[in-house]
Nanobody, 129 residues
């Protein structure tokens, strides 16, 4: 599986963007897809994840209520709808995926993907104040 994140850009505070993570290669049931971000000078941060077996999701506290992760099964594309953007959301956003055991939760996947996941090139999101 290869991943390609897209949809980043420059937006004003309070605005919205939708990121896409397109997978080349079929993502079967039992995969986790996660969004991560890294701001300049900061460590990579887990943002959100979705499990393909049951559609369960996870959101970090910093984005909960503002971001929504979803998956289009027909195109193996995962979206991250980002609303009410803040300057502190400025970062390069990456998506990652890996096949994980069925008992792994979406929250647990955020800790596992950095170690075992396939990563694609990131997309830059810049939120101006």
């Amino acid at each position: 599986v290869q991943l390609q994140a897209s949809g980043g850009g420059l937006v004003q505070s309070g605005g919205s963007l939708r990121l896409s993570c397109a997978a080349s290669g079929l993502i079967l049931s039992g995969y986790a897809i996660g969004w991560f971000r890294q701001a300049p000078g900061k460590e990579r941060e887990g943002v959100s994840s979705i499990m393909t077996n049951d559609g369960s999701t996870y959101y970090s506290d910093s984005v909960k209520g503002r971001f929504t992760i979803s998956r289009d099964i027909s195109t193996d594309t995962v979206y991250l709808q980002m609303n009410s953007l803040k300057p502190e959301d400025t970062a390069v956003y990456y998506c990652s995926t890996a096949a994980l055991p069925g008992h792994v939760t979406a929250a647990q996947a955020m800790g596992i993907l950095p170690r075992v996941g396939v990563w694609g090139p990131g997309t830059l999101v810049t939120v101006s104040s």
